[in-house]
């Protein structure tokens, strides 16, 4: 079975479209890969954070990946910080880097425009990504277009590498997701449904409790037609929540029409409410009783000591390899 490597970002809450649009695909390929899922804390540095929230969302980001139908026998969890190769290795790999090949990296451009102090690690986290990577011979890496370059940074260091120093590294590949449900936002749905939206009424967050998640949903944008069907482009409103629907029912967007079509928006909206509700709360009472028990230190150590135990003996290889150390 090929490795199966991805991260779980801990620099926000995760909403709905955090789970519609991203935890499902972890979730689907649980069951065709041997998967390592790990907490890229030192990534989350390169832009300031605030410690005390940073440590916080590590643990309750990972127990909420877990609540939502990620299982622990399938997938390997780690924190990136936890396991010093990672930073080790991305030194090697930062001087065998050009400053050309990092300069290139579209992310840092887009990460560092309009801002007056920008770190070196956001310039170097690339290097870091591809650390993450070869550390641990990953077959395949989720990615969306917008991070394909990083892993193509990284198949091009793994071979630079292996061209010098011998076979050390194994060639990732990029693995694009399928398009999936993308959530839009409940105020504005002509934007996907983003931490960052300055409007909270837009959002649900996978904790939001259900008076909250029923109350933004039944205040959701919609449009003045008054009849249920969907049409991305002149009805972005209610197209959303049949693709809300849709995904909690598993059922087609055009079953979903079909059921809805004698509705109006308010019958609608209620229904939708009511799916959210009995799902999130699935989602959170599992969540509870993972971080307010010794199961999720339980897991992370597991992980810890596996990859750990891993990224020794790669490390110590790759350090010989470039003459380091007596």
């Not at 277009?145 to 940074?153: A, G, N, P, S, T």
């Not at 449009?223 to 598993?250: A, W």
Request: net charge positive.
């Amino acid at each position: 079975m090929k490795k199966l490597l991805t991260g779980l970002q801990p620099s926000g809450e995760l909403t709905l479209g955090s789970l519609i649009g991203g935890i499902s695909g972890s979730i689907k390929n649980q069951d065709l890969f041997d998967s390592y899922i790990f907490v890229p804390d030192m990534h989350a540095i390169t832009v300031e954070q605030d410690p005390k929230l940073l440590k916080e969302r590590i643990r309750k980001n990972v127990a909420l990946y877990i609540a939502a139908g990620l299982d622990p026998k399938k997938n390997t969890f780690y924190i990136q910080s936890e396991n010093l190769y990672h930073a080790n290795l991305s030194w090697i790999l930062e001087c065998t880097t050009y400053i050309g090949e990092a300069s290139r990296m579209t992310q840092f451009k887009e990460k560092s425009r309009n801002k007056e102090n920008v770190s070196v690690g956001l310039f170097t986290y690339p290097i870091l990504m591809a650390s993450d990577i070869l550390l641990y011979d990953a077959d395949v890496v989720p990615t969306g277009i917008d991070q394909k370059q990083h892993v193509e940074l990284a198949r091009n260091l793994a071979e630079r590498f292996n061209k010098k120093y011998g076979d050390t590294f194994k060639m990732p590949e990029p693995l694009i997701p399928k398009i999936g449900a993308k959530i839009k936002d409940l105020q504005d749905p002509t934007k996907k449904m983003s931490k960052s939206s300055t409007n909270q009424k837009g959002i649900i967050y996978l904790l939001d409790d259900e008076t909250i998640i029923r109350k933004k949903i039944m205040s959701a944008v919609t449009d003045s037609e008054g009849k249920v069907y969907y049409d991305e482009t002149n009805k972005p409103g209610i197209s959303n929540l049949l693709t809300i629907y849709s995904y909690f029912k598993n059922i087609s967007i055009k079953e979903a029409e079909e059921y809805f079509k004698d509705y109006n928006y308010g019958n609608l909206k209620k229904e939708v409410a009511d799916i959210v509700v009995e799902n999130l709360t699935k989602i959170q009472n599992k969540y509870n009783e993972i971080i307010n028990s010794q199961e999720l230190d339980k897991i992370l150590d597991e992980g810890k000591n596996k990859m750990n135990e891993y990224a020794k003996r790669k490390y110590e290889d790759i350090r010989k390899k470039v003459g380091l150390g007596r």
